[in-house]
């Protein structure tokens, strides 16, 4: 057993940053088919964000552990686990729990991260890479020479999508705030920003003849403009409910009503194609499909990596015992990429 002892984030309820509160107990030993991941690095992502607002779709309820993916070595297995994998690096997408010196994973759920992988650079591309690659690759299906239109390009999920679609071959538009341009350009994204007059017509101008795909994680009133700005053919793909983060009232009613809007977008007879883009979508009714398919994406990401495909934005790396500034500076809005956090 490890001497080291647990240590993990709790989020009591809704809360401000420093309302989070740390728990210290005895490192667990993993049961029949887990392993005990001591966890190197992982992140705040815009769940956490929604999850201490009580907002996010389907968190559980207070009080939990926060956290939705991590990078980490497996310290001991459980029974029926090859014993070999201890010692290994492996990342894991849980949704909570990841904000712990120590935890508990399926066997099944962990994918090996290559050696000489930064643990921090593999991180970047847990929930975000996923996210990017499968709505790239496995939902809007763009061809090489076709045009996207990444809203948020320089956040942290945009940030890994542009540098993919890049690697594909397509044009590119992202939409981010002026201070961001230089950087996208530097990438070859076309630049525009979000926060002047009329988005859409000044993107439309760019791409008259409509956007083979569009990802849009802001949804509310702004989702309309995204389906509009689609060519025959194009497919929106949304992932998101970021307008509605401070909002109050009910957590689902914004996404059930995107939900509803893109069902009877869908239901015309349009020639274009809407999705809303969940990362565990599958997961309930088709588990090892739904494990196969994150170990052979979150692969195919990791040699994206150490091709150089792919350039991890971190913002910053900080220790668990600040998590309440980690949150605080993913929250600002000033930060480009993902705030990462150690042990």
Not at 98 to 109: I, K, R, T, Y
Not at 174 to 189: C, F, I, P, W
Not at 239 to 245: E, M
Request: aromatic residues 6%; glycine residues 12%.
């Amino acid at each position: 057993m490890n001497a080291e002892g647990l240590v993990e984030v709790v989020l009591p309820g809704k809360v401000e940053p420093e309302g989070l509160r740390f728990r210290h107990g005895a490192v667990p030993a993993p049961g029949p088919g887990q392993v005990l991941v001591r966890m190197e690095a992982t992140g705040v992502s815009f769940a956490e964000q929604q999850m201490r607002r009580g907002r996010y779709y389907d968190q559980p309820p207070f009080p939990f552990v926060p956290g939705y993916d991590l990078v980490g070595t497996v310290l001991t297995t459980g029974e029926g686990v090859g014993r070999d994998l201890a010692g290994t690096r492996v990342a894991a997408l849980v949704k909570t729990g990841g904000w712990a010196s120590h935890v508990l994973v399926d066997a099944a759920d962990v994918v090996p991260v290559p050696a000489g992988v930064d643990a921090a650079e593999a991180e970047t591309l847990v929930v975000n890479g996923i996210t990017a690659w499968q709505m790239l690759h496995r939902k809007a299906r763009v061809h090489a020479g076709g045009t996207v239109v990444v809203h948020g390009a320089n956040g942290g999920v945009g940030s890994v999508l542009v540098q993919l679609a890049r690697a594909a071959g397509m044009r590119v538009i992202g939409t981010a705030s002026a201070r961001h341009h230089d950087a996208l350009r530097e990438q070859g994204v076309v630049p525009v920003d979000y926060r002047t007059g009329d988005l859409a017509a000044r993107i439309r101008a760019l791409v008259p003849g409509g956007a083979d795909a569009v990802f849009d994680h802001v949804g509310g009133r702004g989702i309309v403009d995204s389906w509009r700005l689609l060519a025959p053919g194009g497919t929106l793909v949304s992932y998101g409910t970021a307008s509605t983060r401070d909002d109050e009232g009910s957590k689902q009613w914004p996404v059930l009503k995107l939900l509803g809007r893109l069902w009877l977008w869908n239901a015309l007879p349009n020639r274009r194609r809407a999705y809303f883009f969940n990362v565990w979508a599958g997961r309930a009714f088709a588990r090892n499909r739904f494990r196969s398919r994150l170990r052979a994406d979150l692969t195919q990401l990791f040699a994206a990596l150490q091709r150089g495909d792919v350039t991890p934005r971190i913002a910053a790396r900080l220790p668990l015992a600040q998590v309440a500034e980690a949150l605080r500076l993913a929250e600002s809005g000033t930060v480009a990429g993902k705030v990462v956090l150690h042990p």
